[in-house]
């Protein structure tokens, strides 16, 4: 395992319909990132996990947004009831947890959503 | 309101010469920078870090200088080669064991061979 792994790159659906994004971080990474990045912007933090627990939500990720990271290794996001203004590319991140803060995260290859 | 700011959307600079890509931020609170590399259609690769604690750090051609008086901070990649074209985003983190990492909007670097 050389780098953080998302599924599926690319997901086509239509309005109303629910997704759901995989994320697989590098193994010995606690620390697990949702981001989302629209054209013309910087990735915008959506949410964080220590292992298993979710420490924080953006206001950005209303209630139809929800995130797990069951057993403290992979990760998924759901988006119940997608809006055409949920297209962007969904982007995790993992990093160590080494306990002095300043760590760097290291992306994975995104999900690029579309919605119809 | 943006905490991160990379206020020239693009940059063209001729191969072999100097990019510098510019970064001003807001939170005095920041201790953490970071660059980020982007090609279409791909996910941000980290590129070169500094912590406040210092003003300057340097990995093969790519050079991050710190000016926390003024909140900001520059890239500099030196020659500059074609492959270098890229999106590159600034990104700022505070002092806790957990601070989110704020990213700007980005600079689309164009070397030109």
Request: aromatic share 12%; net charge neutral.
């Amino acid at each position: 395992d050389t780098g953080v792994s998302q599924d599926p790159r690319h997901k086509i659906t239509k309005r109303g319909q629910n997704v759901t994004f995989r994320c697989d971080p590098i193994s010995e990474h606690n620390r697990l990132y949702w981001y989302r990045q629209t054209l013309g912007q910087g990735p915008e933090f959506l949410t964080y996990f220590q292992n298993e627990a979710q420490l924080e939500k953006s206001r950005l990720l209303s209630d139809r947004f929800s995130a797990e990271r069951p057993k403290g290794s992979f990760s998924t996001l759901e988006i119940q009831r997608t809006e055409q203004g949920d297209s962007a590319m969904y982007l995790c991140a993992s990093s160590p947890l080494s306990g002095r803060g300043q760590e760097t995260q290291y992306f994975g290859p995104g999900t690029r959503l579309l919605v119809l | 309101d943006q905490q991160v700011k990379q206020n020239s959307p693009s940059l063209s600079v001729q191969e072999g010469r100097i990019s510098i890509l510019n970064c001003d931020y807001t939170n005095s609170m920041f201790d953490y920078f970071l660059w980020y590399k982007k090609y279409p259609a791909e996910g941000p690769t980290f590129l070169i870090s500094i912590s406040s604690i210092k003003d300057k750090n340097e990995d093969g051609r790519f050079t991050v200088f710190l000016n926390k008086s003024a909140k900001h901070l520059s890239l500099h990649i030196v020659p500059s080669q074609p492959g270098d074209s890229a999106v590159y985003f600034c990104a700022a983190s505070g002092v806790t064991s957990y601070d989110k990492v704020i990213f700007g909007p980005g600079t689309s670097l164009s070397v030109i061979p």
